[in-house]
């Protein structure tokens, strides 16, 4: 069975795109597909916010998987959920 870890990001400026591959990922849904898109194009006052996927090749409760926090962090976005739940405090 496979399933999916959830998780949104958020930031200013150009979506590092590279993390998709890095953390092995893709946009949940076109709207964030779009989201990702746009912020090649446009500007906006304050934070993006993009939704994302990593899939699980077992039962996602077996698979030990989190975004790489701390990468995100040098692109000036950052891991808000991951699964529905929000992170309080780094965890790498």
């Given amino acids: 069975m496979t399933g999916y870890h959830e998780y949104t990001v958020s ?3 150009e979506f590092p795109v590279d993390m998709l591959r890095y953390d092995r990922s893709m946009p949940q849904n076109e709207a964030d ?3 990702i898109h746009l912020s ?6 304050g934070d993006r916010v ?7 090749l077992d039962h996602k409760r077996y698979c030990q998987w989190q975004p790489t926090f701390r ?4 692109f000036l976005w950052r891991v808000t959920t991951v699964n529905g739940e929000p992170v309080l405090v780094r965890r790498d």
């Fill in 40 to 45: 090649f194009h446009e500007r906006l006052e």
């Fill in 33 to 35: 597909s779009a989201r």
């Fill in 50 to 56: 993009v939704a994302l996927a990593h899939p699980c």
């Fill in 71 to 74: 990468r995100w962090e040098s």
């Fill in 11 to 13: 930031g200013t400026g």
